[in-house]
């Protein structure tokens, strides 16, 4: 007799993550029930955005073909979509590509013979386990940047209508949640696509509309965005994180995490990038103006083709001049659907590693730097999870503070976790 019983391993960023979850709420509301181990369906939502990622996708296939025997298996999510012949080749029972979760949902109902359900529209409960709440407001690219193979796999702009984000902040709000992260693949665009189709109108208006609009949520604490372009930053977006602060009153997160990837023109134009340094750099001093203290945070690519020696000196020079406080460096890695894989001038793995390690010693003395800069002062952290008798707090600024044991002591369950309170740093 079936048990009904499934388990999801998620590779990948946020915003996989978040499909999991809502991919959980279909199954639950569809009357199945998730498991830890050896479960009826197991479920794979994958990362293509690196060969790594690849592989790991890969091990993560064989990994729950061995802890669920006879389990039905489920390749979903990102790798399926961009390389549908590979997936299939993998003998998955069922292989659906992100956005067609839906009819993955519809298509278990009916070969396990559950309830009939409208799953996807399930109301999605506050995420479990974790300190701050992470929503996913927007999916698709259109920018097509040549490393990257993420528009073929999420496809054009979809932005979530406004009134259910604000309703889903409200759930998550009452359910203790202080910080929301808004998420999107490309987040900066959100609403974009409404304001090209006219049968629609812009209805949900763009990104600091949005932003406006939850910052009036009773009860929520801050606001922060995942990730924007530099060439997104809009004058109303800085306006709103420059808001002066209100007892009481939500503010915005003063963190950008904006993608550098290169600090040399002549690569960024290869990359398929929408701006040059002289505009990356001009804002970022716009920003620094109204914010001195404002967190920054980037992304770059070590080892792009074609990136002489000459290239990384200059992209190491601007990002010390940037003065970041946080650098996430990749080695190049990309798929052969992504055009820069064929681009002449690949670099050997070495010099991309040799890079991306000065790269991160960079990294790591910027950011003592620019965490040592708020020594003394009095800041407002969100309340982590208990891990190993430690208790972090994340800052407004990105960075974790250590918390007070005596404050551990005083709470002995985890009741203290995702609230907001005032530290001594
Ligand atoms: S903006 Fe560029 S890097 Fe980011 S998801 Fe779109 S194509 Fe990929």
């Known amino acids: 007799m079936k048990k009904n019983t499934y388990k999801i391993y998620t590779l990948g960023c946020k915003i996989n993550q978040y499909d999991s979850g809502s991919l959980a709420d279909g199954f639950n509301a569809a009357g199945f029930k998730a498991l830890a181990g050896n479960a009826d369906l197991a479920i794979i939502n994958t990362c293509t955005v690196t060969k790594t990622a690849h592989a790991k996708s890969r091990q993560m296939l064989k990994k729950a073909k061995k802890e669920n025997p006879g389990a039905k298996i489920a390749l979903v999510g990102c790798w399926p979509k961009v390389y ?8 998955a029972d069922y292989v659906y590509g992100a956005g067609q979760y839906d009819e993955f949902i519809k298509k278990i109902t009916v070969d396990f013979r559950l309830e009939k359900t409208n799953a996807s529209r399930a109301p999605r409960p506050a995420l479990r386990g974790k300190s701050r709440y992470f929503i996913k407001v927007q999916d698709g690219c259109e920018q097509f940047c040549s490393y990257c193979v993420i528009p073929y796999a999420r496809g054009k702009l979809r932005s979530r209508p406004k009134e259910e984000i604000i309703d889903e902040i409200v759930r998550a709000t009452e359910a203790g949640y202080k910080e929301v992260v808004l998420s999107g693949i490309h987040l900066g665009l959100y609403g974009k696509e409404a304001t090209r189709d006219t049968r ?13 609009e939850i910052l009036r ?3 929520l604490g801050r606001v922060r965005l995942s990730s924007i372009e530099i060439s997104e930053v809009t004058d109303d977006l800085i306006d709103l994180f420059a808001r002066p602060r209100k007892e009481g009153i939500p503010y915005v997160c003063k963190h950008l995490h904006i993608p550098l990837q290169s600090g040399s023109d002549k690569i960024l134009a290869l990359m398929n990038r929408p701006y040059d340094t002289a505009y990356f750099r001009a804002k970022i001093e716009k920003l620094r103006k109204i914010m001195p203290d404002v967190a920054i945070t980037t992304d770059v690519i070590t080892g792009f083709p074609g990136e002489s020696e000459e290239d990384f000196r200059t992209t190491y020079d601007f990002i010390k001049e940037v003065n970041f406080s946080r ?5 190049f890695s990309a ?3 992504a055009p820069a894989s064929r681009y002449p001038g690949q670099i050997g793995e070495k010099i991309k590693k040799e890079r991306a390690d000065k790269l991160r010693r960079l990294g790591y003395k910027l950011f003592r730097e620019y965490k040592n800069k708020f020594a003394g002062r009095e800041l407002e952290v969100v309340v982590g999870n208990l891990k190993n008798g430690r208790r972090l707090g994340k800052s407004e600024y990105y960075f974790d503070i250590e918390l007070d044991p005596d404050l551990i002591r005083a709470d002995n369950g985890d009741g203290l976790t995702g609230g907001i309170i ?3 740093f």
């Open 422 to 424: 005032t530290v001594n």
């Open 200 to 212: 629609r109108g812009a209805r949900d208006g763009n990104l600091a509309e949005l932003v406006k």
């Open 217 to 219: 949520i009773k009860g």
């Open 335 to 337: 798929h052969e659907r």
């Open 327 to 331: 650098l996430h460096i990749f080695p």
């Open 84 to 91: 549908k012949k590979s997936a299939a080749d993998l003998r």
